[in-house]
């Protein structure tokens, strides 16, 4: 049964491994995009090899930047869809190598003695070898009539509740904590365990009740580790992925010195992320970004000017994330960014913690900055968190 298991999952699998899809035509800006990447990468190998000094990098680095950004068309050409390439190799290896894991799991995992127990283990030693249910509903017992005699003992309630979620008694740790509740109304950590264990009554569904309580504890404390957690949960459950990268990233700093809870943590984080990537109407949430320029310049600049609008990380590399190229007049103006700007690193604006929006009004109409041309940057700020903001011009450069 397990062979015929596994032989129908690689019959599902390779064909689809195989399977050559059709080639869809290459937009001019993917294809510019495309080379703009694999140069910058032979740059950063001969840098590597001390074929080039820093100085002519970052020159060969931002002659590229401006021959990519001159090449951006006013109106940009939609994305390309992804395309899938066979492999060949995956298919293979995915043949031989999962009955070959399924094998050894089971020889290293399972116990296949256990089909044919041995007549000499008597039923005695079978009971001794499990734990002992009794003794955890006497110490259950005891700590409840501690509570008939002490009702606003914060301390035991805390152990009964603690120790029924750990029992798996979950509508009575609902009780527990609902009076934690009472003797505590305005504790986050009793908010959030009660809203687990309603989660765990409801076969883990964090819907209604459970989600509310933890907004109110998020109130309380934005930093409350497991609220953080499981808000991340309740929204990837309603599908809104935004959301729980959100909450997340909010809780990835707060678990830094905790490796295993971080790793988790990373993982959701990449869950989320993925998620975002596979759905392109999150994705492409256009940025609005309101372009003005301070009254003592706007004498300065002519049509003949060109307007550069870039996002980029702040404490990244200055090759910009996304950009767009445009004439300098009119001003004020909005203008959006969105996944289809983005340049060189492909992905999502959604996929950088933080960006800053800069604003370059170029008098040669090159993306090299130089004497007299004009700049505006916003302060740092959460693409997931904002879709509006202003940037000013404000600035000459001597």
Known sequence: MASALIALVIALLVPA???RPTQPSQTRSSVNIGIARERER???RELQEDLLSEADYDQARAELEINLLSDLDQDQDPASPLIRTPAPVTA??????MPLAALGLYLFLGHPGALDPSPGLTAQQLTSAQPSAPDVDAMLSKLRERLLDRPDDVRGWTLLANALMSTGRYPEAVTAYERLGQLEPRNPEFLVRLADALAMSNNGSLAGQATQLITEALALDPEQIQGLWLAGIAAEERGESIQALAFWRRLEP????????LSEVRVMIGRASAELQKNQTQMTEPLRVAVSIAPDLLGSVTSEDTLFLYARTPEGPPMPVAARK??????????TLDDRATVMTGGSLLSHRQLVVGVHISRSGNALKSSGDLLGMTNPFDPIQTQELAVVVNKRIP
């Open 254 to 261: 707060l678990v830094i010195d905790q490796p295993e809870l």
């Open 42 to 44: 032979e740059l950063r």
């Open 326 to 335: 445009l004439s300098a007049l009119p001003l004020p103006r909005q203008i």
């Open 17 to 19: 491994l195989l399977r």
């Open 92 to 97: 293979t290896l995915l043949a031989a190598l």
